[in-house]
């Protein structure tokens, strides 16, 4: 009995450590699964963390890029309305003609200047000291100008594109005009000065033809290389006439 109380008792002690082992082995494959799964977790709250942080880095870029976009829409509109009127500027100076008039009078700056595109500018004291020929203006029109000139003791010489010319100067200068205009020519250009001097180049509408002219108060040192010039030129014959009438 004592020999099967012994027998007994081993099978117990077999059957306890097989299960001793087999719980060990479960716990060790516990341990095992947990440690994986742990490092699995590890894995991916780390690449979590990087996909969080490149969505951060990407946020701020975008507000980064939002922020400095009307800025610099911004600059580019006040580069490009700088460079417009930089380039109107130049424009106008292209088109501005050497058709400008200036006098000083009586204490007064006046003056009339012709642009392209048919547009004039005059200063506000010109009507004032040229009432006749503001009175013109008023009526034909600043802008219908195609040529003016200014003189002193208010003379003057307007012509519109429509033909219509007016003019205030000495007899003399008034003949000349009429002269220069006669035959279907038209006056080129006019100056008129003091002591009834006056320079006027005329011809047809596409050429300069001659030249007529009376200058008084000048020394001759000046005069003379004019006359040399312009006698040359079919203006001797106008000269001629102009002198015999």
């Given at each position: 009995?004592?020999?099967?109380i012994?027998?007994?008792d081993?099978?117990?002690e077999?059957?306890m450590?097989?299960?001793?082992?087999?719980?060990?082995?479960?716990?060790?494959?516990?341990?095992s699964d947990?440690?994986?799964?742990?490092?699995n977790m590890?894995?991916?709250?780390?690449?979590r963390?990087?996909?969080v942080?490149?969505?951060?880095?990407?946020m701020k870029?975008q507000?980064?890029?939002?922020?400095?976009g009307?800025?610099k829409?911004?600059?580019?509109?006040?580069?490009?309305?700088?460079?417009?009127?930089?380039?109107?500027k130049?424009?106008?100076q292209?088109?501005?003609?050497?058709?400008?008039?200036?006098?000083?009078c009586?204490?007064?700056?006046?003056?009339?200047?012709g642009?392209?595109?048919?547009t004039w500018?005059?200063?506000?004291?010109l009507?004032?000291?040229y009432?006749?020929l503001?009175?013109?203006?008023?009526?034909?029109?600043?802008?219908?100008?195609?040529?003016?000139?200014l003189g002193?003791?208010?003379?003057?010489?307007a012509r519109?594109?429509?033909?219509?010319w007016?003019?205030?100067?000495s007899?003399e200068?008034s003949?000349?005009?009429?002269?220069?205009?006669?035959?279907?020519?038209?006056?080129?250009?006019?100056?008129m000065g003091?002591?009834?001097?006056?320079v006027?180049s005329?011809?047809?509408?596409?050429n300069?033809?001659?030249?007529i002219?009376?200058?008084?108060?000048?020394?001759k040192?000046?005069?003379?290389?004019?006359?040399?010039?312009?006698?040359?030129?079919?203006?001797?014959?106008?000269?001629r006439?102009?002198h015999?009438?």
């Amino acid at each position: 009995m004592k020999v099967a109380i012994q027998e007994r008792d081993r099978e117990a002690e077999d059957v306890m450590r097989e299960e001793r082992d087999r719980c060990t082995k479960m716990i060790q494959k516990v341990e095992s699964d947990t440690g994986s799964l742990r490092s699995n977790m590890n894995s991916l709250l780390a690449e979590r963390d990087k996909r969080v942080a490149k969505m951060e880095q990407n946020m701020k870029k975008q507000q980064a890029a939002h922020s400095a976009g009307p800025k610099k829409i911004n600059d580019r509109q006040q580069r490009i309305e700088k460079e417009k009127v930089e380039l109107e500027k130049q424009q106008r100076q292209r088109e501005r003609k050497k058709r400008s008039v200036e006098i000083n009078c009586q204490k007064s700056r006046v003056w009339i200047a012709g642009y392209s595109k048919r547009t004039w500018r005059m200063g506000q004291a010109l009507t004032t000291v040229y009432p006749s020929l503001g009175a013109y203006l008023n009526t034909y029109g600043l802008d219908n100008l195609e040529l003016c000139t200014l003189g002193p003791n208010a003379s003057y010489y307007a012509r519109w594109r429509n033909g219509r010319w007016w003019s205030w100067a000495s007899e003399e200068t008034s003949t000349a005009i009429f002269v220069a205009q006669s035959s279907g020519s038209h006056i080129k250009a006019i100056a008129m000065g003091y002591e009834g001097s006056y320079v006027i180049s005329y011809g047809p509408p596409n050429n300069t033809s001659g030249r007529i002219w009376t200058l008084r108060g000048i020394s001759k040192d000046t005069t003379q290389p004019l006359t040399n010039v312009w006698t040359r030129t079919s203006g001797e014959k106008a000269l001629r006439q102009l002198h015999s009438t």
